[in-house]
């Protein structure tokens, strides 16, 4: 039997170092065997339709930019074209920040996941974005105008990965109540993919903005 494909874009060596950064829920806590794998453990969750907490695992366990990537990917195949154009606009934000994950893409991503709000699937992968950096609140200025402002609030460190497991569930819950826990292991399977490093986001870069819009170039 082949062996499965390396999760290559996985930095733990095992699933308890990852499990260590989020409450793991109860159903998948039996199936956490000590020294597993990443790829064991989710195969475990597989194995077992616990893909709500394989959901959790795979924002936690991928880097940033792979896991917004990864809700892009679900985003698009739960929703497609029919977006309305606050979450529209939050979608084409955050997957923005996935092909240049620059400080000016991730303030766009701020405002555009604010307007969508954290309650749709593509509100959430955009503040995802805007968590990577930043603050949480913009600078206050201090009512001594002799002292310095007071200091930004940084986002916590797993609180994109919290706003990408919440993504991705909210876009499964959009499929039809006797699918959506087929949805969640589509989804589950396709994080394994960016895990894998199968689906990459397109390698391009941004170039000069004309006066009406901005375009992006292909490198080839």
Known sequence: MPQP???????????????ANFPLRQEARPLARPGATPREFLDALLAN???????????????AREAIWWGCLCLQHAAGSSLGAPEAAAAKAAALWVLDPSDQNR???????????VK???????????WTGGSLAP?????????????????????????????????????????????QRLFVEL?????????????????????????WTIRT
């Not at 494909?5 to 499990?19: W, Y």
């Not at 689906?199 to 819009?213: C, G, I, L, N, R």
């Open 5 to 19: 494909a390396p999760l290559v874009k996985v930095k733990a060596a095992t699933a308890a170092e990852v499990c």
């Open 49 to 63: 339709r616990t893909h709500a907490a394989a959901i959790d695992f795979l924002a936690h366990a991928l880097p």
């Open 107 to 117: 303030t766009a991503a701020r405002a555009a996941g604010q307007a969508a709000t």
């Open 120 to 130: 749709t699937p593509a509100g959430s992968l955009a503040m995802a974005a805007a």
């Open 139 to 183: 600078l206050i200025q201090n009512p001594n105008p002799k002292g310095p402002p007071f200091p930004p609030v940084p986002p916590g460190p797993y609180l994109p990965a919290k706003a990408v497991a919440g993504a991705v569930m909210l876009a499964a819950a959009g499929a039809q109540p006797v699918r959506i826990r087929d949805t």
């Open 191 to 215: 994080g394994i993919g960016v895990a894998e490093g199968r689906f990459a986001w397109p390698e391009v870069a941004p170039s000069k903005p004309t006066q009406k819009s901005g375009t």
